[in-house]
């Protein structure tokens, strides 16, 4: 278990991301700003659906919220691995942070399409 923790922090042979950029500035910035910038959003907007559930106490599926702020949160969180890892190529968590985000983008759709379908059945 010891090994798989050491090796999961790693870079072995791999070159960051930069390198593929040429560490040419414009580029370089063009990706960090970039990725920077969607990770502020995808931060902030959960913090504003939380907000929303708690003020709102009469909401209907007030979990599906949740679910959907979790998986809002592990997607800013890649954008903060991919400026992570455009020096450090620590791609095996960058990785594993991507099979998280993947699980729960897929509960997440799992979950809202019998929701819907369900809600528009029964209103309909």
Do not use: E
Not at 8 to 32: D, K
């Amino acid at each position: 278990m010891n090994d798989l923790l050491s090796n999961f922090f790693v870079t072995g042979p791999f070159i960051p991301h930069g390198h593929c950029y040429l560490w040419q500035p414009s580029l370089v910035w063009l990706h960090l700003l970039s990725d920077a910038l969607i990770a502020f959003a995808y931060y902030s907007i959960p913090l504003t659906l939380f907000y929303f559930v708690r003020q709102r106490r009469d909401l209907p599926f007030s979990w599906i919220f949740l679910l959907f702020a979790t998986f809002i949160v592990s997607c800013g969180t890649t954008h903060i691995l991919d400026i992570w890892t455009l020096w450090y190529p620590t791609y095996w968590v960058s990785g594993a942070v991507k099979a998280v985000t993947a699980i729960v983008s897929l509960l997440t759709a799992f979950v809202l399409v019998p929701l819907v379908v369900c809600q528009f059945s029964v209103d309909g």
